[in-house]
């Protein structure tokens, strides 16, 4: 097992608790079997000390598998759904049953309960509205390759079920979508602007009652162009339509 210098911190690190934030593919999983591994062979902790958590099965299977065919120790591997339903069953001395409904099911029949009131209604649309999943920009990352790869695991993607290039369209075609402006997202330019260099433009979004085209670009509140787009050359040469 090779590791980045990076994670060897958090491996050693003597804390009580620790965090760490990574996206996928970012050897996460790694990181916790050589954790693993270091408190085994320097004696911090014995197999059966040590539990190991996860929110898939999928994962919980794979980090199992790791862990044993690395140490050759079983430990105590589950999700947290398991380890959740192992104390219920500790603590009642039998096994529960596990709820069939799913939480789709749960959802839907508590928002009946309460639509019809306008004061729940209202704030229930706008929560869906106006509390979009947790999103980043081009200004949080530093290379396009770490914005592709959180845009793979957490694509933007609008009311209308589009899945755009940013979060900042996605709010954009969410707005248009909120206020009853029809727009095509991404419809080919009228006119054939392609050069040696440009293939053909398509702007971001079209307001088809109106004819108007509307280009995003990616500027911080000084009126700086982010690092892994070509704003501030666009900018610089009035490229609008």
């Known amino acids: 097992m090779i590791l980045k210098a990076k994670y ?11 965090l760490i934030l990574a996206g996928a593919g970012t050897s996460k999983t790694t990181t916790i ?42 430990l105590d591997v589950k999700t947290f759904h398991k380890l959740g339903t192992d104390i219920i069953t ?12 799913t939480i789709q099911d749960y959802i839907r029949k508590n928002i009946g309960k309460h639509i019809n009131n306008p004061v729940f209604k209202n704030s229930f649309l706008a929560y869906c509205f106006f509390a979009p999943p947790k999103s980043i920009t081009h200004f949080d990352v530093k290379s396009q390759k770490e914005y592709d790869e959180y845009l793979e695991v957490n694509p933007p993607i609008t009311i209308k079920r589009e899945t755009v290039k940013g979060y900042c369209e996605m709010e954009i075609a969410n707005f248009l979508y909120r206020n009853g402006i029809n727009y095509t997202y991404e419809k080919p330019y009228e006119y054939d602007v392609a050069d040696k260099e440009y293939a053909g433009y398509h702007p971001d979004f079209y307001l088809d009652d109106y004819g108007i085209y509307i280009e995003f670009y990616a500027v911080d509140k000084n009126g700086k162009g982010d690092l892994l787009t070509n704003t501030a050359f666009l900018l610089s040469h009035n490229k609008t339509v």
């Open 90 to 101: 500790e603590v009642n001395g039998r096994c529960s049953s596990i709820c069939s409904k």
């Open 33 to 74: 079997v050589g954790k693993v591994k270091y408190l085994l062979r320097t004696g911090k902790c014995k197999p059966e000390e040590l539990l190991l958590l996860s929110f898939t099965r999928k994962a919980a299977d794979e980090m199992r598998e790791r862990v044993e065919g690395e140490t050759g120790c079983r």
């Open 8 to 18: 060897l911190d958090s491996i050693i690190c003597d804390a009580d608790n620790q």
